[in-house]
């Protein structure tokens, strides 16, 4: 698709990278979006709620078809079941991560029914396969206008209920019985951010798909979390990692011509396992590196 | 909100009472924990809570909290009725440690207690951050504030969560078994702190433990939660051997050291089916 390879001319090379009308919306859709996941995954990282991301965005697949199949948007369908599953998990009021063995279970057999249906509301719309690849992996280069809209609304709202709610959020995540002698709502809380979960999903399995998703709604979180303790600097960081994958993403993806999802992928990816090899790489040198004392965890 | 007059005279007459427990009862999932329980506390107090497990010592802590409401009586924490996000009290939950891996800085922890239930987006405040910084050196955590809370040692993070539950300009400070867990060192050093904070900023102190040993030379008066009754007197009219063995319904014999200290030691049951401690 590409005619012009990229030069040593940025200007030149941004230039060329926004001609096209599909290339201004992916860049678009993809800055809201990784604002969004970067922001939000601090918080999914800190909490430990990795799995009920990915929870979310498998939910997410049939609502995307669904959308599809009635022609509406399919940012529309994911955003319905997104946020269905969201307050379905915070009305049970459990914690997904927690290793419950019996609900693993049940949570894997809702998972594969998701899959399943999503599989056949495809099929009843064309039947053709691309539709289900897209949104397992990534549509960014086909976004329409509408949907670069409705982005932009999700990602306003969602960020500002963020920054309503970061506060009490960390607090209610770090030392929840202390929070809730001073005051503030736990439960309500985690309801809330599950929703603002439930949206950061549903707009970034655009870009990324939904098998994909950790990329940009846990790796950056866990990068910039292994970096620094502090939280201003570290949801900051998570932000601007997203926004590097996404970008540097899609401009590889334009010169090479091969998947977005696979660029932004591995440059979480690659990322992490830097920081990490980094970190491990100062402990030895420093001679920081002991033993745990063991801790004698009892279940309360 | 801290007073500066910290002389607070330990007669429990009215202007002093730290918390008041009239007729209170606690029923929890149908049960009732305890019930007719009326006991004052005075200001300034050090006050232990013992009795086995399960007897209801924490829902004695959280009653004073208003996290667990009553079923019957009332509770006032200094004249007012109980409400949760008192800035006078100050609360230690019991807990396990914090995870290893939990990467937030001690200090912002400690920031939490000042306005980490607050809404919006945290401005920095040179005041707040002064103010938490103090509440650090008192506690001696100057020197790892600024280390993830997740790789302190128990003893550090016990200092640390003190900081916490004084920052807000806390008078009455609740304890749920803060020694747990700790070696003997950190026992006596933490329990020092707590004596040292309770006298010098004249801080109500309620603490739950299961063992009294290494508070009972600080205890002014002692709350024994057993069998749905709570029984409170003063430690040398409460901690004896006819008393305790009672209380715990298992033998326990309270000796006195050659400095007329107190020690509690729970003896050897003749027939013993379960470990003894």
């Known amino acids: 698709m590409p ?26 859709a993809g800055t809201l979006v990784a604002l969004l996941a970067g922001a939000a995954g601090y918080f999914v990282v800190l909490r430990g709620q990795s799995f009920a991301a990915h929870m979310l965005s498998q939910v997410g697949f049939p609502g995307a078809a669904a959308g599809v199949l009635l022609h509406v948007s399919p940012v529309l369908g994911l955003i319905v079941f997104c946020l269905a599953a969201a307050l379905g998990i915070g009305w049970a009021g459990r914690d997904l991560d927690a290793g419950h063995r019996a609900e693993s279970a049940a949570v894997g057999s809702i998972l594969a029914f998701s899959l399943g249906l999503g599989l056949l ?41 963020l920054a309503l709610i970061g506060r009490p959020l960390v607090f209610a995540t770090v030392d929840p019985d202390v929070a809730e002698a001073r005051g503030v709502n736990v439960q309500m809380l985690s309801i809330g951010f599950l929703v603002v979960l439930a949206f950061a999903v549903a707009i970034t399995v655009q870009i990324v798909g939904t098998l994909l998703i950790f ?69 030895v040198r420093g001679g920081r590196l002991r033993f745990r004392e063991p801790s004698f965890a009892t279940p309360s | 909100m801290r007073d500066e007059v910290r002389l607070v005279d330990k007669k429990p007459d009215g202007r002093a009472t730290a918390a008041v427990f009239d ?38 802590l959280k009653a004073l909290l208003g996290i667990v409401p009553l079923t019957a009586g009332s509770v006032k924490v200094f004249g007012q009725p109980v409400r949760r996000g008192n800035d006078e009290v100050g609360y230690l939950p019991q807990r ?27 401005l920095p405040s040179k005041s707040k951050q002064e103010r938490v ?4 050196a008192l506690v001696g955590a100057t020197g790892y504030a600024q ?3 997740g790789e302190l040692s128990g003893g550090e993070q016990q200092r640390i969560l003190i900081a916490q539950a ?48 290494p508070i009972l030379p600080f205890v002014d008066r002692v709350v024994y939660v057993a069998g749905g009754q709570v029984v409170c007197g003063k430690p040398a009219d409460v901690i004896r051997t006819e008393t305790l063995t009672r209380l715990y319904g298992a033998p326990v014999e309270v000796l006195t050291t050659s400095d007329g200290r107190l020690v509690v030691v729970g003896q050897h049951e003749p027939v013993s089916y379960h470990a003894d401690h």
Not at chain 1, 137 to 159: M, N, P
Not at chain 1, 250 to 267: M, Q, R
Not at chain 2, 133 to 136: A, I, N, R, W
């Open chain 2, 23 to 60: 007729r209170a009862a606690v029923r929890l999932g149908g049960k009732v924990v305890w019930r007719d329980v009326s006991f004052e506390v005075a200001g300034g107090e050090f006050v232990a809570i013992l009795g086995p497990n399960g007897a209801g010592k924490s829902t004695l």
């Open chain 2, 133 to 136: 910084e103090e509440m650090v």
């Open chain 2, 166 to 213: 004084l920052v807000s300009g806390a008078r009455m400070l609740m304890l749920d078994e803060p020694l747990e867990s700790l070696d003997l060192n950190n026992q006596q050093a933490i329990s020092n702190l707590i004596r040292g904070i309770c006298q010098r900023q004249g801080v109500t102190v309620l603490l739950v433990a299961h063992d009294v040993n």
């Open chain 2, 147 to 149: 280390r993830p809370v």
């Open chain 2, 96 to 122: 396990r440690r914090f995870d290893p891996d939990l990467r937030i800085r001690a200090i912002d922890l400690v920031r939490m207690g000042l306005d980490g239930g607050q809404w919006g987006v945290p």
């Open chain 1, 121 to 161: 509301f495809f099929r009843l719309y064309a039947g053709s396969a691309a539709g289900i690849y897209s949104f397992l992996f990534g549509t960014i280069l086909g976004i329409s206008d509408r949907d670069v809209q409705l982005t932009l609304v999700v990602a306003v709202l969602s960020f500002a209920a």
């Open chain 1, 215 to 283: 990329a940009l709604l846990v790796a950056p979180g866990a990068s910039a979390l292994q970096l620094t303790a502090r939280p201003g600097r570290a949801l900051a960081l998570s932000v601007a990692l997203s926004l590097a994958f996404t970008w540097l993403g899609l401009a590889l993806a334009y010169f090479t011509d091969l998947p977005v999802g696979f660029f932004i992928t591995s440059l979480a990816f690659a990322t992490y396992v830097l920081i990490r090899a980094a970190k491990g790489a100062a402990l």
């Open chain 1, 3 to 28: 005619q012009q390879g990229p030069s040593w001319d940025l200007v030149a090379d941004i230039q060329l990278l926004l001609q096209f009308h599909f290339m201004q919306n992916a860049f678009i």
